[in-house]
């Protein structure tokens, strides 16, 4: 079965600043990677994905992610966050075959941006 | 408005009383599922479903029921509940092809806590 690791759990940034957020997976096989996003008081709200082709991937609010299969490796990405970026990251990963709708999540990640 | 709807949006419960969560997608996705969320655990599948009639279990299926007898329905019922069930539950409806792998589309969560 897959796992995924999000080691960093609570992170405190200054606006304008640079996010990375880690995420690792562990499958043998081809996968389908998520980005979320939660809100305080919100639902999930996807940022990006990769399913395949070109390993760096453009989300939404300026975020991206870069695939990186070597290390089964994921990371967020955005060069300067601004205060509105307060919220929970959750990583996810899905086997691209026989996946059995059955995404798993990392722990996620509690993003504090200050002014 | 397309997506999945999840009522009710929060409820108490006492301890051995039994209830049902409702779950419903417009979007004729093929896919459905209900995590639980706690803090600091990230996102665990509870029971999901790869079509009408065909349920399986997750993570944490101990204590939860579901049943698909439609493609647009899946509650999860809670048989006695416990405290340990106080959580914020979240159904999510996905559908997956070749082109584009999977997508998820997540309701706005109910938080139900047991006393």
């Known amino acids: 079965a897959q796992s995924v690791s999000q080691h960093n759990h609570h992170v405190i940034l200054s606006e304008a600043a640079s996010l990375e957020l880690g995420c690792n997976y562990s499958?043998?096989?081809?996968?389908?990677l998520f980005w979320y996003v939660q809100y305080p008081g919100q639902h999930l709200q996807l940022l990006l994905k990769?399913?395949?082709?070109?390993?760096l991937v453009k989300g939404i609010k300026g975020f991206e992610a870069e695939f990186i299969k070597s290390k089964f490796s994921f990371n967020l990405r955005k060069p300067s966050v601004q205060w509105s970026d307060t919220a929970e990251y959750f990583c996810?990963?899905?086997?691209?075959?026989?996946?059995?709708?059955?995404?798993?999540f990392g722990t996620g990640t509690q993003l504090k941006v200050e002014l | 408005n397309a997506g999945v709807t999840q009522t009710p949006k929060f409820q108490v419960l006492k301890t051995g009383q039994s209830m049902t969560l409702q779950c419903a997608q417009d979007?004729?996705?093929?896919?459905m599922s209900w995590y639980r969320q706690d803090p600091g655990m990230g996102l665990r599948l509870i029971h999901y479903?790869?079509?009408?009639?065909?349920?399986d279990q997750g993570e944490v299926p101990n204590g939860y029921n579901v049943s698909r007898s439609t493609t647009e329905d899946f509650p999860l019922r809670l048989l006695s509940a416990a405290p340990s069930q106080t959580s914020v539950y979240f159904c999510?409806?996905?559908?997956?092809?070749?082109?584009?792998?999977?997508?998820?589309?997540f309701g706005s969560g109910t938080r139900l806590t047991v006393v």
């Open positions: 999510a409806s996905s559908y997956s092809t070749g082109s584009r792998g999977y997508g998820y589309t």
């Open positions: 499958y043998g096989g081809t996968v389908n």
């Open positions: 990769y399913f395949s082709g070109d390993p």
């Open positions: 996810a990963v899905i086997p691209r075959a026989g996946g059995g709708n059955k995404l798993t």
């Open positions: 979007m004729n996705h093929e896919y």
């Open positions: 479903s790869v079509g009408a009639g065909i349920t």
